[in-house]
T-cell receptor, first 115, second 114 residues
Framework: AQTVTQSQPEMSVQEAETVTLSCTYD???????LFWYKQPPSRQMILVIR??????QNATENRFSVNFQKAAKSFSLKISDSQLGDAAMYFC????????????FGTGTSLTVIP | ETGVTQTPRHLVMGMTNKKSLKCEQH?????MYWYKQSAKKPLELMFV???????ENNSVPSRFSPECPNSSHLFLHLHTLQPEDSALYLC?????????????FGPGTRLTVL
């Protein structure tokens, strides 16, 4: 089974600053998808950003961007101009490109934004 | 809000009780999932239903029993649970075909077993 590792249980960032959350994964597949999910306290888990492994260009969604390094099996999330509403648990997830395959999640990184 | 709803949002039960968790998705997806979320642990996939057939079990104890009567509804029947089963139970749905189809999550049911 694939494994997803988030080595930073907790991170903090000053409001308006930039923070990078790390994620590495282990797979022998060449075609897959990667995701970052955000789970605010007592709120629903929502998708932040996603990346297709065959695309070399890093995905960007407003203040959120990824640094996808396929050879290193690394998929970090960069949050620019951090806002108080960014405080949440962030989960990295992997899914094979084959139909019906399950998602594999990391243990999460708890992000605190300091005013 | 996403198109996945879960009820109840909170549940407290004794070890001898029988209860059920309900999940409903309004997104037209063909796959639904139950996850267990405990502190400092990865999301644990419990059950997957794709096209209303169970395709993954992951050795979940038999005191958890899933039911998927149609592609929009998913239940998790609980009986004789243990205190270590206390956790947040998340339901999710997705399209289970090729493509970058993300999962959409419900708000979860916070379960406490006394």
């Amino acid at each position: 089974a694939q494994t997803v590792t988030q080595s930073q249980p907790e991170m903090s960032v000053q409001e308006a600053e930039t923070v990078t959350l790390s994620c590495t994964y282990d797979t022998s597949e060449s075609d897959y998808y990667l995701f970052w999910y955000k789970q605010p306290p007592s709120r629903q888990m929502i998708l932040v950003i996603r990346q297709e492994a065959y695309k070399q260009q890093n995905a960007t969604e407003n203040r959120f961007s990824v640094n996808f390094q396929k050879a290193a099996k690394s998929f970090s999330l960069k949050i620019s101009d951090s806002q108080l509403g960014d405080a949440a648990m962030y989960f990295c997830a992997y899914r094979s490109a084959e139909a019906g395959n399950q998602f594999y999640f990391g243990t999460g990184t708890s992000l605190t934004v300091i005013p | 809000e996403t198109g996945v709803t879960q009820t109840p949002r909170h549940l407290v039960m004794g070890m001898t009780n029988k209860k059920s968790l309900k999940c409903e998705q309004h997104l037209g997806h063909n796959a639904m999932y139950w996850y267990k979320q405990s502190a400092k642990k990865p999301l644990e996939l419990m059950f997957v239903y794709s096209l209303e057939e169970r395709v993954e079990n992951n050795s979940v104890p038999s005191r958890f029993s899933p039911e998927c009567p149609n592609s929009s509804h998913l239940f998790l029947h609980l009986h004789t649970l243990q205190p270590e089963d206390s956790a947040l139970y998340l339901c999710a749905s997705s399209q289970a075909d090729r493509g970058i189809n993300e999962q959409f999550f419900g708000p979860g049911t916070r379960l406490t077993v006394l």
